[in-house]
């Protein structure tokens, strides 16, 4: 089994504040994604990273992809109350005609006012 | 477009008793899969379909069935609940030629085996 261990399992900040939230894997894998959940609702994909070293953009959040394939970390900048929700990394993994996701196991994020 | 959708959206089954959680998708999607959450874990892999007809395993599948007789719909079954089986289901689907390998997602079920 690929195990993909999240760090910090909770995480409680002030609006305004930075954070920085791991994913880390003793496995390679072929891409990373990121997805926020909010109570009541499924996963929502926020980005996917493809190539070792990857860095993306989305507004506040960045992505960065490990050199290695095997790690990601996600940096909000200035974060806003509407950030609070629970941030789950997946690996991609091709399997045959599939792609599976093997899942963190989340950080959950609250930012308060 | 509805996305995917679940249903229902909770239950309740005593220990022994069978159900179906029912998933659909209008998106024309390919893949479908079936997901288990319990608190404080990541999503986990119970079972996943390449198309109709065809359904293969996950990580944690057993104590569960599924079926794919058409593109559209992938529901789950749950034969002699257990209170191990407590948990939020979710269902997802993408496209099998998509390069970000986006699944989406339905709302959940929350089922309690008591």
């Known amino acids: 089994t690929q195990l993909l261990e999240q760090s910090p399992q909770f995480l409680s900040i002030q609006e305004g504040e930075n954070l920085t939230v791991y994913c880390n894997s003793s496995?390679?894998?072929?891409?990373l994604q990121w997805y926020r959940q909010e109570p009541g609702e499924g996963p929502v994909l926020l980005v996917t990273?493809?190539?070792?070293?990857e860095v993306k953009k989305l507004k506040r959040l960045t992505f960065q992809f490990g050199d290695a394939r095997k790690d990601s970390s996600l940096h909000i900048t200035a974060a806003q109350t509407g950030d609070t929700g629970l941030y789950l990394c997946?690996?991609?993994?091709?399997?045959?005609?599939?792609?599976?996701?093997?899942f963190g196991s989340g950080t959950q994020l609250t930012v308060l006012p | 477009n509805a996305g995917v959708t679940q249903t229902p959206k909770f239950r309740i089954l005593k220990i022994g008793q069978s159900m179906t959680l029912q998933c659909a998708q209008d998106?024309?999607?390919?893949?479908m899969y079936w997901y288990r959450q319990d608190p404080g874990m990541g999503l986990k892999l119970i079972y996943y379909?390449?198309?109709?007809?065809?359904?293969d395993k996950g990580e944690v599948p057993n104590g569960y069935n599924v079926s794919r007789s058409t593109t559209e719909d992938f529901p789950l079954r749950l034969e002699l609940a257990a209170p191990s089986q407590t948990s939020v289901y979710f269902c997802?689907?993408?496209?099998?030629?998509?390069?970000?390998?986006?699944?989406?997602f339905g709302p959940g079920t929350r089922l309690t085996v008591t």
């Open positions: 998106m024309n999607h390919n893949y």
């Open positions: 990273v493809v190539t070792g070293g």
């Open positions: 997946a690996g991609v993994i091709s399997s045959g005609s599939a792609r599976q996701l093997t």
């Open positions: 997802a689907s993408s496209y099998s030629t998509n390069p970000s390998y986006e699944q989406y």
């Open positions: 379909s390449v198309g109709a007809g065809i359904t």
């Open positions: 496995s390679v894998f072929s891409s």
